[in-house]
Every structure is written in C-alpha cells, then in structure tokens.
C-alpha cells in the first residue's frame, strides 16, 4: 500500500521582491511549482523559484545550538542569550545591546524583535539588512508622501504606456516582474532604461540613457526644468495637492539648466535626453521603478526624490499606470518596515518624533517606556561594536561579515564584540563563524508566517515540512528569551497568528486614518481565517477591508496638511576621499542566478552553471590597456582588500567602469568579496551605504599556472593556492585553483588529491600536469593543470564520470584528455531550466537559427521560466552582427 501524498501547500518564495506564489507538493518532496492563484506571479516562477526544492534537505543546517564553540541543548543556550543580555544592560545600560534583523525574516519575527529590543531591554538599536536594500526610498517616500508607502501595483508596470527603470536590472532582480513587462509590450509602448551599464534589462529598452555613475538626481532635475519649460506640468496638480515646487524648481534650474548641461553632466548624448523628456512629458501613463541602483548610493534619498518630483509635477502618482515605484529586493523588506524594524523608525509607521507616539506604543505593549529615541543605523551599529559602545549584537537571517562595506572592519568588529549570538538556519557562514552563540533557525519550509512584497501585498508562508533538529522559529526563539528576561506576560504568544492579531491591532491603535499602514482589519483573524489568509494588499481597514491596490490616488497624502512635498535637490555626486587615487569605478550587484552571500542558492549546482565563478565585467579598451585577456584571471585592489576573478570582457560596460558580482564569501572563492571594494560611505539622510561606486585598481592576476580540481568531498574547503574558487556540481566537488608560486606537481598531487595516484600525465615544458585517484574502479578525484588557462578541458563530462559505479577500460583511458571524445561539451549553462549550454546554442546560431523562436524550437531553451531570454538575444545579436 502507498502513503497517502500530502496535501500541496501554498507558500511564498524567500527570493526576491516581487514575492512569488509558489506550490509545494506532497510535503516538500514533490516539485514546487508556481501557484496559478497568486497576484504576483500567475502559475509563473523564475529560475532560483523552480529551483527552491533543491535546497531543502538537512545538508549543511544549523541543527543543534551552540555555546562557546560546543553542541548545547535550546534551552540552557537560551539560557545564556538572556544571561549575556542582562549581564551587558545591567553593566552598560539597554544601549549597549543590538539587535541587527534581516529581510528574509517573516513580519511575525520582526515584530517580536522590534517589542522586545524597543519596549522591553529599550535598546533603539534594532536594525536590518533592509538598510542596504531600500532605506533611501523609505526616507525618500517620507519625505514626499509623510509615510514610506508605495503607491502603486504590479498591474501599473503593464498598464503604463512609458515604463522607465532606473538603476534596476529588473531583468535578473525582479524576473517575474520583468515577465509582465514584457508580456505587455504593445504597439507603442515605450521602454527607457537608466543605468551606467548595459544589463539583460536594457533588451528591453527603446532607450538606454548609459550615464555617468551617480549622476541620476541631474537628469531628473533637467527633466523637471524641462517640463516647466515646455508646458509639461500639471499645474492643477501641483497647486491643490504638493507644496514646495517653487524652491524645488529654483534648485533644478541651477543643478541642470538646459538639456546640453544635463547631456555633458551625465555623459549622454543630448539627443537622447530630449529624447526622454519628451517621451516623459507626452505620455499620462508613465511609471518609473527604481531600485538598487538608485538607492544604493551616498545620493540615494535625494535620487528617489529627484523622481518622486518629476511624478508630483505631472500628477502621476497613485494613477492606474501611472506612478514612481520603489521596487524592494527582498522578500520582506516591506514587512520589516511595516512593524518599524528599521533603526530610526518605532512601531506600526510610527516614528519616535510622532506626536504621542512613545506613549501610545508603550500604553499598547503594557511597558512602563519604549526606547528614547532613534538608534544606529546598520554601518553605525557595526562601528559602535567595533568601538566596544555595543557588547552583545542579535544577528538574525543574515551574514553581515559578506554584504557589509569594508568587510574587514565588519569582521575586526565581530571579533571585539563579548557576545555574538547568531540565529541562523546555516551551520556555516562567514558570519557563524564569529558567533559565541549559535541559535538553530527554522529555514524556509518550515516557517509559518507573513511576507509582503513590493506592492503592499501581504502574502502566507505556510510551513510545508517539519522543524529540523532543534531549529525553531526566530520569534518563538525571542520570545523564549522574553520569558527568561522576565518580560513573559507580554510575549506569550503560541503561534504566528497570535503575533500577526496584535501586529494588526497595533497598526489600527489611535489611527483613524492618520497612519496608511492600517491593517485592523485583519486583528481578529481566528487562527483559521491566518491559516487560509489569500494576499492582501494593505491597507486593509475598516475603509478598505479587502485591500487597496494603489495609495494617494485622490492626491491625499500622509503629512500634516495632505500635501505631497517637492524635495529641492542639488547634485551630489559619489567620490571618495581625495586620497583614494584608484584608477577604476566599482559597481556592483546581482547575478541572475544567486541570492545574496550563497547560502541557500549555491546548494543547488543548477544555480552555479550559470555564472560558477567571481568574474569582473572589463571594457574592451581597459582590458587591452591594462593587459588584461578575456577568460582570463585579475584582481581589483582597494587598500588592504582584493577581489580577484575572471575577466569578462563586454562593452556593456564604460571604460573606466567595472562590475563584480556581491554574492561570493569566504566559503566559495579565496577572494571573492565585492564589499572589499566599498567603502563606509552613507546616505546623509538614509544611512544606506554607497554599494555602486567603489574605487579600485585593477591588474592582471599573476599566475603561473590554472587547474581544476574535482572529487567526491562535497563540502567546500580553503585551498593553498592564490586563488580559488568552489562550485558544487551534482556528483561532486569543483574548485578553479591558479598560482604564482611554482609547485613540484608529481611530488605533490597526491596531497590535493588526498591519496595514491592511479593516473598520471606530466608534460614540464608545456606546464601541463594531469592525475587521477581511481579506488576500485571509481573516480574519486581528478586534478588538470597547465600554464595556459584556455587549454584546460571543459569538465562536464569529467563530472558524470563521478556518477559512474565503474569507469570503463575506454574511460580511463581518455581520463587525462578530460573529454569523451563522442561527447561534446555544453559549454556555460545559458538555460537553466533545460540546461541548454553556450556551445549547443552557438551550435544552433550556426546551423540556421536566427530568432529566439527557432532556438526554443531547437533546443527548447527560453521556454520555461525566460530568465535567460535576454541572453539568448544577445548572444544572437552578437552572433549575427544585427538586433534580433
Ligand atoms: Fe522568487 Fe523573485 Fe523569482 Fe519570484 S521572481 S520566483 S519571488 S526569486
């Protein structure tokens, strides 16, 4: 007789932003698939979504607590969580404790670290990775609206008419969303895309404005101008809802007169700028999204602005296709700062300088006083512990020692810290690492809770699997410390919809109608009505119980008088200390197919095929002028911090301009950290910290020789060679290794291979060495070396013979060659989700097809999820010299 199967449960992505519906079956162990009924996605997932059952699994988990370095029972390290809290705030005051979030925790979570740090220890240093995400649309939209509220929906990005995307690759950042955009286009739709570089987004684009970095707030005050200058205002508009626009006017004028200044300013050609005006100015139903590439910046609130006014000035805000839109990068960014977890905000969109607001959330939470005022913004926190200021920081779903700027003071700060305490689903990170205690978390699968995505909507994430070892949900973990710290009456919560009921009361408490976030509709939800909770875009009140798609769509906004404000701007540019002479401009960013530091999406070896290695995007001409190849290894050099990886060599790029990928830590490549190349530089008004203009020198990477290495061992492992880089593959380990120094490879083999050698190949004059462990028949491990990197093999076919119970006489015959000859190589992995190789699709190209129609038909690549349609396109606009 079989098991009966379980029931499908319907949960949200723990990717990105745009918080996809997602369907796992039979209790995890059957596909996960898109979920037909979500707002968000329709049925629809994008590669790391379809590829979210091949990260469970106990492999690599967090199962036990630890203490000082040894396994612990829960409770007695629960035990020594709240004795170290206690001991540090009886010692040095509520201050001298931090709590630092993430926004891959569920909105349940957040809200018991926010009461617990800001009512109950009154610590205010409770802040989150949020900050280096979308903390300056949140003072941006503050600033213009009186409340951090999006105004729009997903439905508007399909509905505009003129879609403008600054500073977001939305192509690999937000997939599914760029799938509805592109599902979209129509006769006359326009596409304008902003940003430095050329990205999979910009396939999209009528227009691509490749300005000069950070010049951004210049083009939109030009396009302010020029609206009030060609008759392109609303002037109704701006007299009956915005104040402000006389100053803010006077200040564009002077930042970016006339076109020509905008067009020398930001490096454009001036044709394309009045391009874009008139486009902006000619079309009602226009919405820009922005994101990190414009919030990632020392100029990030003033950017967001810059935008807002261009909205304001033409009425288009809150308009069915028609308004600026923040699109958030993670899946509960939004939620964080719905519950105030944010350093400078308190509870429920209120603000410590709120009227009344200390006392009302005090009165709420039944605590005798909140936190006294704002606390420490993410890179201040990290430099009050460095200080010795904070002695015990609460780190939470995140891996601050990878995604921090200047990692190496991140790091000396953890070190000097007393008491680290991490909660992790991970064993190990680059974070864990520093950690005096570790606390088990429930990892995705197992949590139980709420999410809200870019568009206000607040999704479920329903628990599909149990908990794994002693891993518990954070807010259950926090709540267990409230108890031991003597706080227990008020956080008794058994389940998540208990804190949801009171997370939904709080948001409602004295607001009639003076906060947007109002989600009191939703207080008495029985855990039943939580359970089957559909997406709901807030607010959800007793004027909007079902939800409201779009905000301030009569022109009432959230400041005292219900007027929008116009921001005056003036440029700032990005720069660095005089003293910081390096040659190159570093930005940085995503990659299609990985999620932040790697430690969920570099488990599954399909994610890695994609992108498998730390590279540097090159112009052409700073390759040639730096001596440089494409393919092959360099370093960018910041002060004491390197980044060294492969050169790719692509005009997407400025000159002058590089790009590294900010997912690679310590655990994968020897020196892979983008944040070595950033430094502590913020937003004056938002605290986020400047990730898209580093400055660095660049030289090639001195190697004498390039290897592969692939065996059994699956975990990843620091080797003794210059550089290395680490990518599971299904079968078994891989690692790039390069160095300077020579080594005596038949004399030393045996110990990167861990043991006798059964195949040997040595060719000195040619710097070519290969050698295998062959035990019993089985490979156990293969090492090819040679001074030439492009003579190595590719090693797909290497890989399946790790599958293999037995070589043949034939294979291990043409072991050392590293390919079947029958076989022919795949080349990168272009299509993950049919693992369709560069080599085969050139093949293709070759062979006749001419469109990405005639390359699905032959190869069926592009067809599932269309993540990688953008690449398909331009390797056949490269590959036929023509657009497709
Ligand atoms: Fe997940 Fe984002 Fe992909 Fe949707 S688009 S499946 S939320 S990573």
């Known amino acids: 007789m079989t098991e009966a199967a379980v029931s499908p449960i319907r949960t949200t992505c723990p990717y990105c932003g745009v918080g996809c519906g997602v369907v796992a079956a039979n209790g995890g162990a059957g596909p996960v698939s898109g979920d037909n009924d979500h707002p968000a996605n329709r049925g629809r997932l994008c590669v790391k979504g379809a590829s979210l059952g091949e990260t469970l699994g106990s492999h690599g988990r967090l199962l036990k607590a630890r203490v000082d370095g040894c396994e612990s029972e829960l409770p007695a390290a629960l035990d020594a969580v709240a004795a170290a809290i206690q001991d540090s705030v009886a010692k040095y005051g509520p201050s001298s404790v931090a709590f630092y979030l993430s926004g891959q925790l569920l909105t349940e979570d957040y809200y018991v670290a926010n009461k617990l740090a800001k009512g109950f220890i009154k610590t205010p240093h409770v802040d989150t990775n949020s900050r280096l995400c979308m903390s300056s649309a949140v003072a941006a939209h503050k600033r213009a609206f009186g409340a951090d509220a999006v105004p729009a929906c997903y439905e508007d990005l399909e509905l505009a008419d003129l879609l403008v995307l600054s500073g977001s690759n939305a192509a690999w950042n937000h997939p599914i969303l760029y799938q509805r955009m592109k599902t979209a286009a129509r006769e006359g739709r326009r596409v304008v895309v902003i940003d430095p570089r050329a990205t999979a987004t910009t396939e999209l684009a009528d227009l691509h404005l490749k300005l000069k ?111 600026p839109f923040s699109l958030t990068g993670q899946p509960n960014a939004m939620g964080g700062r719905e519950v105030g977890g ?229 440029t700032r540019l990005p720069r660095e200390s005089p003293a910081t002479a390096l040659p190159m401009i570093v930005n940085t960013g ?79 490549a020897s020196e892979g950290l983008a944040t070595q190349l950033t430094a502590r530089i913020t937003d004056p008004v938002s605290g986020q910290p400047e990730s898209k203009f580093g400055l660095a020198d660049l030289t090639p990477f001195p190697a004498r020789w390039h290897g592969r290495l692939l065996c059994r061992e699956p975990q990843p492992r620091r080797w003794q060679a210059g550089y290395w880089s680490y990518a599971p593959l299904a079968e078994c380990g891989s690692w790039w290794l390069a160095g300077s120094e020579r080594v005596d490879w038949p004399r030393n083999a045996s110990q990167w291979l861990g043991g006798p050698l059964q195949q040997v190949m040595s060719d000195p004059t040619n710097g070519c060495f290969r050698a295998a462990r062959i035990v019993d028949g089985r490979l156990i491990s293969i090492l090819l070396v040679d001074a030439r990197p492009e003579r190595l093999p590719a090693v797909d076919w290497l890989a399946s013979c790790f599958a293999l119970k037995s070589l043949s006489d034939e294979q291990s015959r043409t072991l050392l060659a590293g390919r079947d000859i029958a076989r022919e190589a795949t080349g990168a992995i272009i299509c993950s989700c049919f693992q369709v190789g560069e080599r085969q699709i050139e093949k293709s190209v070759a062979n006749g097809a001419d469109s990405v129609e005639a390359l699905a038909a032959a190869l069926k690549c592009g067809t599932n999820c269309g993540s990688c349609l953008p690449e398909l396109k331009s390797m056949l606009s490269h590959s036929l010299g023509k657009a497709v």
């Open 213 to 323: 970095p950070g010049t951004d707030t210049v083009l939109f005050n030009g396009l302010l101008v020029w609206l009030a200058d060609h008759q392109g205002l609303d002037s109704e508009y701006i007299r009956d809802h915005c104040a402000g626009f006389g100053d803010t006017l006077a200040e564009a004028r002077i930042a970016a007169p006339d076109t020509a200044s905008v067009a020398i300013q930001c490096d454009l050609p001036r044709a394309d700028v009045d391009t874009f005006y008139q486009w902006f100015a000619a079309t009602p139903r226009t919405v820009t999204g922005f994101s990190q590439g414009v919030n990632q910046s020392v100029a990030g609130t003033d950017k967001g602005n810059a935008i807002i006014n261009c909205h304001l000035a033409t009425g288009r805000v809150g308009q069915p296709g028609a308004s």
């Open 342 to 570: 944010l350093a400078n905000t308190l509870a429920a969109h209120m603000d410590y300088d709120t009227p009344g607001a200390q006392a009302r959330v005090a009165k709420f939470w039944q605590t005798d006083g909140v936190a006294d005022g704002p606390g420490l913004k993410a890179v201040d926190l990290f430099e009050a512990i460095y200080r010795g200021d904070i002695r015990v920081v609460w780190i939470m779903a995140t891996n601050p020692a990878v995604s921090l700027p200047d990692t190496d003071r991140v790091r000396e700060a953890l070190a000097r810290c007393p008491t680290v305490i991490v909660s992790d689903c991970v064993a190990n990170t680059d974070t864990t690492a520093f950690a005096d205690i570790l606390l088990p978390a429930a990892g995705w699968g197992e949590k139980d809770g709420t999410v809200t995505n870019s568009e206000r909507c607040i999704s479920r994430q329903r628990a599909f699997l149990p908990l794994a070892g002693d891993a518990r949900p954070d807010w259950w973990l926090m709540s267990e410390v409230a108890w031991r710290l003597g706080f227990g009456e008020a956080f008794g919560f058994n389940t998540p919809a208990a804190v949801f009921r009171e997370h939904a009361a709080l948001s409602g408490c004295d607001n009639n109608g003076t906060r947007v976030f109002d989600i009191s509709a939703l207080a008495e939800l029985s855990d039943q009505g939580f359970d089957a909770l559909s997406p709901i875009q807030w607010p959800a009140s007793e004027e909007a119980p079902h939800g409201q798609a779009r905000l301030f769509t009569a022109g009432q906004f959230c400041t005292p008088d219900g007027r929008a404000r116009f921001i005056p701007i003036q």
């Open 590 to 668: 995503r990659i299609r197919d990985q999620w932040h530091t790697m430690t969920r999406t570099a488990r599954t070896p399909r994610l890695l095929q994609h992108r498998s290695e730390p590279f540097i995007e090159v112009h052409p001409e700073d390759v040639e002028r730096l001596g440089l190849s494409n393919g092959a290894l360099a370093t960018l050099t910041r002060n004491q911090g390197r980044f060294t990886g492969r050169v790719r060599s692509t005009d997407a790029q400025r000159p002058g301009e590089v790009f590294v990928p900010i997912h690679w830590n310590q655990q994968f």
